[in-house]
């Protein structure tokens, strides 16, 4: 057997389907069912009765090697099942939001099937086919696709109750081709929209009448302009609004090859002028009649639109589905459409829909809204903004002229959700200043807000209750509590520990206390110290509870840039950098770190203006003997960990700390917030060591020293003062390397340029009275730099009869500016000196002037270089 060929990969294998996504659609709650590998059909009585047993599942599962899986449709699961080429090519147009499926050898945009959810599913499908009443041999001639020798009436089903659909990872067989299921784009449950049964059924009339459209749109010139005439007085009869019938139109020309597309626009405008003026129009039957099946208006007209029409001018318009009394009138010119659609959302649903940013957007979360979700910000297109207008309870309506009366309107232009995405601050949705996955000091239910503009992302009664008068011995009893997954771990000092729990406790209170906070660096001397698992454990306190995912450290500005500025646009609680082996700096991390509440505006690539978005996310980086630029001391945190076995990952403990760390994380963060509200609720001031940040992390430093624990400001000192050195020694090493790259060299021939070492403020400030020649100073100064790397660079020596040799081992990571050329005058107002330039380093006094007379007697213009 072979595959079918197409334009995108296949699975793997057959007989490996991917257990991830099985269980993603188990996590969903679907009741999934086995059949045979590459059958549609499954052989077993009563499949589609009884409830879903999971064990039973999972052992048919692990015993069935070659199997496709099915997904019963029950509950508010609806299947759009979409049986023609026709159909599938206007999918993404009705359904753009679904997430979508389709066997390989399918076109990528002709996906077959698309999910959605319908709280108010019927428990049965809905199929748009033709079936009575009709003249078959005209429906046979016009729809040349047929499917086991008959042809293709059923055009698309909505599909739902006891009825099964094959998902990925599947297969079919097409002779002795195996033909692949797969979803067009990495699945997520979540992404699945949930929709109004109407809304679907709605559509998916509508798709079906387009798909005839597209299936009759003439194939040369000459009669195109008169099809879609005709064309837009069906659909203006059909209920179409103007606007969206004329973007339907040029929609299906595109997709018929047609070249003047756009020219067929404003067909529909024209019709609906005519018609309100009670002129005559071409209607259903017309259009009908020009593409050879006039048969099919009863089914059209009464089966899937639920109405009945009688001619153009005397037109009646029954709908199965009452109009909503307080439906937006999209008719209403005179009005703001934008206005009313935002009143309309907020009276149904006030904390769907937020301003952030100066963005509409929304809080999604991946996976269930459970125990350590992880919920995200995520700005809406207007795609997205009609799938969540639709999903909370906002209908639409427009005065039909012909019937006399409102009917609805599922599927408005997009000019009006458009309308509200340009100007998000004139229609009165709150303001979201962030997502909290944890309580804060003064709320512990989840939802939104609006006194602090947080939503609360976590299920109801996930945290226990957090003591409303903690006293200091409950306070150093929460701490103990909070820091026993670290029982064994190896600090450098007692500092350090306090500083970990600094970061733990600003992962917590972040949110509801925004300002200037530190990054936190985790780092250690040895590898295998355990660093990377408590710097998971602070995001994953900031996260919720959700588990952290390390991102690779990038020391590119741009690629760095990019990426910081992706997850501070999603809002994520968290960044954790691992495996860190260059000099963390940079003027954009820098700024990042220094926004607080103002936000950071990114320079982003391809954006004509630079946006604002918050800097609220806890930094944290691990790595060993990690190194800082200069001016990052000032904004980071340092624990260091210290572990003094020379193999620390061959140690073995009771527990592994991230996993003791989230065995009871709800409990956990009740104790930072005890700790936090015990010291708050004392009044007592402590003396705090004066750092640069803001206000809530002055509180956490004030909270571990009032329960006896080490300021960890003292870590900030330490790391200014370590950190300047190394960075002092590190332009040492590379002021070396641009001078001899890997050339040999001794101390004497630095001590040539001593005084442009002085100059660039690299010599370390010799005491008063000291005798020591240039060679001497730069000999020890060399003797302090050997064997510390810094970018990539290395300074290395070798001790030789004559005295020790130096090289430069190892390439820049950026390769530093050369030395500029250095021009000097010999005559000048102000006489050289000896050593006032490195040309003349360790020459006498005397020496100095017989050469400054030969000069003169040069010239005086004489110049030197």
């Not at 318009?317 to 703001?336: R, T």
């Not at 949110?511 to 530190?518: I, K, L, N, Q, V």
């Not at 193999?647 to 996993?659: A, G, H, I, Q, S």
């Not at 750092?691 to 009032?706: C, E, H, P, V």
Request: aromatic share 10%.
């Amino acid at each position: 057997m072979s595959r079918d060929n197409s334009d995108t990969p296949p699975r793997q294998l057959v007989g490996k389907p991917d257990d991830l996504l099985v269980k993603q659609y188990i996590d969903a709650g679907w009741h999934l069912l086995l059949m045979k590998g590459g059958e549609k059909a499954i052989r077993e009585k009563g499949w589609n009765k009884g409830e879903f047993d999971l064990d039973t599942f999972r052992e048919k599962y692990r015993n069935t090697p070659d199997r496709n899986i099915g997904v019963l449709l029950t509950g508010k699961l609806v299947d759009i099942d979409l049986d023609t080429a026709d159909t599938r090519a206007l999918g993404d147009y009705f359904f753009p939001e679904a997430p979508s499926f389709r066997r390989h050898s399918l076109r990528n945009d002709y996906a077959g099937h698309r999910f959605v959810y319908c709280d108010d599913a019927p428990g049965k499908a809905m199929s748009f086919e033709f079936t009575t009443r009709i003249n078959r041999d005209e429906l046979i001639e016009f729809f040349a696709e047929h499917h086991k020798d008959k042809p293709k009436l059923k055009l698309l089903e909505v599909r739902n109750g006891k009825v099964m659909t094959t998902i990925p990872p599947s297969y079919h067989m097409k002779g002795r081709m195996i033909d692949d299921v797969n979803w067009d784009k990495p699945f997520d449950p979540a992404n699945i929209p949930t929709l109004s049964y109407v809304d679907v059924v709605t559509r998916g009339a509508r798709l079906a009448f387009a798909s005839i459209a597209l299936r009759a749109y003439p194939k040369g010139q000459g009669t195109r302009d008169e099809y879609c005439l005709r064309l837009a007085g069906a659909l203006i009869a059909l209920g179409w609004d103007a606007d969206e019938g004329d973007d339907l139109i040029v929609h299906i020309a595109k997709l018929a090859g047609d070249e003047e597309a756009e020219q067929r626009r404003g067909k529909c405008a024209q019709t609906k002028a005519k018609a309100d003026e009670d002129e005559e129009v071409s209607g259903l039957p017309a259009f009908l009649e020009s593409i050879g099946i006039p048969s099919a208006e009863h089914t059209i007209r009464k089966s899937w639109f639920g109405g009945k029409l009688k001619g153009p001018r005397t037109a009646e318009y029954k709908n199965e589905v009452q109009v909503d009394e307080s439906a937006i009138d999209v008719n209403l010119e005179n009005i703001d459409r934008a206005d009313k659609v935002s009143f309309q959302a907020m009276m149904h649903n006030p904390t769907a829909i937020f301003i952030y940013m100066d963005r509409l957007v929304s809080v999604v979360f991946r996976g269930e809204k459970a125990p350590g979700a992880h919920a995200t910000i995520r700005e809406f297109n207007w795609q997205s903004l009609r799938t969540t207008i639709s999903a909370i309870g906002v209908r639409f309506k427009k005065w039909h002229g012909q019937a006399g009366k409102f009917i609805p309107v599922s599927n408005p232009n997009a000019d009006i959700y458009n309308d509200l995405l340009k100007s998000p601050e004139r229609w009165g949705f709150p303001h979201l200043r962030g997502v909290s996955l944890v309580p804060t000091l003064t709320r512990s239910e989840p939802g939104f807000d609006r006194t602090s503009g947080l939503y609360l992302a976590f299920p109801e009664g996930m945290y226990p209750a957090i003591p409303d008068k903690p006293t200091k011995a409950d306070a150093q009893a929460a701490f103990e509590r909070l820091m026993y997954h670290a029982a064994y771990y190896e600090w450098e000092g007692k500092p350090d520990r306090s500083v970990y729990a600094a970061g733990l406790m600003t992962a917590a209170i972040r949110p509801s206390m925004p300002g200037y906070y530190p990054a936190f660096a985790i780092d250690a001397t040895k590898s295998g110290s355990g660093k990377t698992y408590l710097g998971k454990n602070i995001a994953t306190t900031a996260n919720g509870g959700a588990a952290a995912s390390p991102e690779p450290w990038n020391p590119n500005p741009q690629e760095f840039e990019k990426r910081l500025y992706a997850n501070a646009k999603a809002g994520e609680r968290a960044v954790l950098y691992d495996n860190i082996k260059t000099v963390i700096q940079g003027s954009e991390l820098e700024l990042y770190l220094s926004a607080g509440e103002g936000g950071w505006k990114a320079r982003t690539l391809g954006e004509s203006e630079s946006p604002r978005v918050p800097a609220d996310s806890v930094v944290i980086f691990c790595g060993n003997l990690m190194r800082f630029g200069r001016d990052m001391t000032r904004r980071v945190m340092r624990c260091g960990l210290a572990p003094k076995a020379d193999r620390p990952e061959d140690r073995t403990f009771p527990f592994n700390p991230v996993d003791e760390y989230r065995r009871e994380f709800p409990q956990r963060v009740v104790d930072i917030l005890t700790i936090i509200r015990a010291f708050q609720q004392s009044g007592d001031r402590m003396d705090i060591r004066a750092t640069d940040f803001g206000a809530g992390f002055r509180l956490i430093q004030g909270a571990l020293m009032w329960i006896g624990e080490p300021d960890p400001g003292l870590c900030v000192e330490a790391l200014r003062a370590r950190d300047a050195e190394t960075a002092a020694k590190g332009q040492i090493v590379e002021w070396l390397y641009v001078r001899f790259h890997t050339n040999t060299f001794t101390a004497s021939d630095v001590a040539r340029r001593y005084a442009e070492l002085e100059g660039d403020g690299l010599l370390p400030r010799q005491k008063d009275g000291s005798r020591q020649t240039p060679a001497q100073t730069i000999g020890t100064l060399l003797a302090t730099v050997r064997d510390n790397r810094w970018g990539g660079l290395m300074l290395t020596g070798a001790a030789t009869p004559k005295g020790w040799r130096y090289w430069i081992d190892g390439k820049p990571e950026i390769e530093p500016d050369p030395p500029a050329k250095e021009h000097f005058r010999l005559f000048d107002e102000t006489p050289l000196r000896p050593c006032d330039h490195p040309l003349w380093a360790g020459t006498s006094i005397a020496s100095w002037d017989l050469a400054l007379a030969a000069i003169e007697k040069l010239g005086k213009n004489a110049t030197a270089h």
